[in-house]
């Protein structure tokens, strides 16, 4: 097959373009800066029709991953560029789909698991899971984020060509042991003492192991699915238990914990959003496990195992 993969040189896209690459496929990656790897790179700025249009014409599959990190503060550049980043991007590549005269029949859609609903009491799923935005009492910040998802996932719907497969990937975090990704992020704060419990620590949290996430993306090109897929591990866990797992697995019996009122003064200092640590993400993936795919790492004891083990190999410690 040939894969274009549009914003492809953040951990996501080399992460698939490894995996599709290893495999035998062709991997083309759109993007700003040039992306080192076995794929082919060609440039495209995410807002203007060009010479990258050329690549969708007789593609198997197009994989839309543009977007800025929402890893900052949600002040009004910050805002407008991680929403414009999305839906603009979104709406061009629809646009350049729509001009081909063989379309790749395949359209991912990254999205996010922040969609959903804050919530506890029970799991969210693609069919009766709650769409957050109107919970009482969540900071305004919270509502922000799921507003540009829920904008992002429009701006596909609203531009993809009659004829092609539109598939919205809700994803959870997704857990490689890549430099700077989040598991490596998280990781750090183990290895010193602070990987304690966050808040309370009754916060869900979900995840998804790096192998699940590509095998299930292998998964929704194969199947003739289309709509929102949750694209996370099916056993979300409280924090309080995914932080102690997580010491478990590299070796450590102590974690500071972190206070509410700590994190939110620490992310104004590390310029980034407490909802990233706070918000409740209890999501699994419905369609996935009635349609018979099947988890490698459905549990996050087993993952974050192997996860340190590949880190520790990688690092050479």
């Not at 919530?119 to 899971?129: F, H, L, M, S």
């Not at 957050?132 to 984020?145: I, Q």
């Not at 975090?173 to 966050?198: A, E, Y």
């Amino acid at each position: 097959m040939k894969i274009v993969i549009p914003g492809g040189t953040g951990q996501i896209g080399r992460m698939l373009g490894r995996w599709f690459q290893a495999s035998g496929h062709e991997v083309v990656v759109l993007g700003r800066t040039r992306s080192e790897g076995p794929w082919r790179w060609v440039g495209w700025d995410g807002q203007h029709l060009g010479p990258w249009t050329a690549e969708l014409e007789g593609a198997d599959v197009v994989i839309q991953l543009a977007g800025r990190s929402v890893n900052c503060r949600y002040n009004a550049r910050n805002r407008a560029e991680i929403l414009d980043s999305r839906v603009v991007s979104t709406r061009v590549l629809g646009e350049a789909i729509g001009r081909c005269r063989r379309p790749p029949p395949v359209w991912l859609q990254s999205s996010t698991a922040t969609i959903y609903a804050h919530r506890y009491d029970a799991p969210n799923d693609e069919a009766t899971g709650l769409i957050g935005g109107d919970e009482p009492g969540v900071p305004e910040t919270w509502r922000f984020s799921v507003g540009i998802a829920k904008a992002w996932e429009a701006a596909a719907l609203a531009t993809v060509p009659a004829g092609v497969r539109l598939v919205l990937l809700r994803s959870a975090m997704t857990m490689s042991p890549d430099p700077d990704g989040v598991f490596d992020v998280m990781l750090g704060l183990v290895r010193k003492g602070l990987g304690g419990r966050n808040g309370d620590g009754r916060q869900f949290v979900s995840w998804i192991h790096e192998r699940d996430f590509c095998r299930a993306i292998e998964w929704l090109i194969a199947h003739d699915w289309s709509g929102p897929v949750n694209l996370c591990a099916p056993n979300p866990l409280p924090n309080a238990e995914f932080m102690r797992e997580f010491r478990t697995a590299w070796g450590i019996g102590v974690g500071l914990p972190a206070l509410e009122w700590m994190i939110e003064i620490g992310a104004i200092f590390l310029r980034t959003e407490s909802e990233l640590i706070l918000k409740s993400r209890r999501v699994v993936p419905g369609r996935l496990v009635e349609g018979g795919f099947r988890f490698e790492f459905p549990d996050w004891p087993s993952a974050v195992r192997e996860l340190c083990g590949r880190w520790r190999a990688q690092s050479g410690r």
